[in-house]
Every structure is written in C-alpha cells, then in structure tokens.
Nanobody
Framework: AVQVFESGGGSVQAGGSLKLSCTIS????????MHWFRQAPGNKCELVSRMRSDGTIVYADNVKGRFTMSRDNAKLTVLLQMNNLIPEDTAVYYC???????????????????WGQGTQVTVSS
C-alpha cells in the first residue's frame, strides 16, 4: 500500500523557522511529482512548492526566497525548510504525490494523488 507521512509542524514566532518532512512508501519519486500544499481555515488549498521527478522545483510567489524544498532519494523523503515565517504562513501543510488527476481546489482530493495526513504550522506575530 502507498503511504505518505508528514512530520515537523509546530508553533513559532514570526521570523522563526520550521522544517517539514514527508516520507513515502510503496511508491517512488519516479511515479509522480511531489507537492507541498497548505490550507488555512476558510481558504482554498494553496500550492506551496512542486518538485518534478527530474528534481526541478517551482515555488509559489509568496514563499519564494523563504522556503526551500529538497529531496533525499535514498530515504524517499522530501523536506520543506521554511525560514522567515510570517503569520500568513499559518495553515495545515500537506504533502502529496501527484498521479495526474485534478486537484479541484481541494486538499486531500484522492483524485489528485496520494496525500499525507497534514501537519499544522502556526506562526504568531
């Protein structure tokens, strides 16, 4: 069975840092692009970053220069290093392996691919 598991969320003050980790099993990075999404209460599911199977990374404009996505192929783990956090970064963060389906604006949409359970990030001012 395919599993996706995130960890590393928490609470920090503005300007602080957190590192999120996402480990996959039962599947490999060659099977689809890896994504980090986030969703705050009342907001739509928002793409944070995307790593293609060839390692190319795209970031949302509002995290560019502050967040860094990386990958450890041996551990089947992707990381999201988040620096200079701001209160607007507060959300539940999800890791997903895309399988070519549509997101439909919904985090945890199974049609999109395989999702982790999410991890809460809270940034206080």
């Amino acid at each position: 069975a395919v599993q996706v598991f995130e960890s590393g969320g928490g609470s920090v003050q503005a300007g602080g840092s957190l590192k999120l980790s996402c480990t996959i099993s039962g599947i490999t990075f060659d099977d689809g692009d890896m994504h980090w999404f986030r969703q705050a209460p009342g907001n739509k599911c928002e793409l944070v970053s995307r790593m293609r199977s060839d390692g190319t990374i795209v970031y949302a404009d509002n995290v560019k220069g502050r967040f860094t996505m990386s990958r450890d192929n041996a551990k089947l783990t992707v990381l999201l290093q988040m620096n200079n956090l701001i209160p607007e970064d507060t959300a539940v963060y999800y890791c997903a392996l895309e399988r070519g389906g549509t997101l439909g604006g919904r985090c945890l949409n199974p049609a999109f691919g395989f999702w982790g359970q999410g991890t809460q990030v809270t940034v206080s001012s």
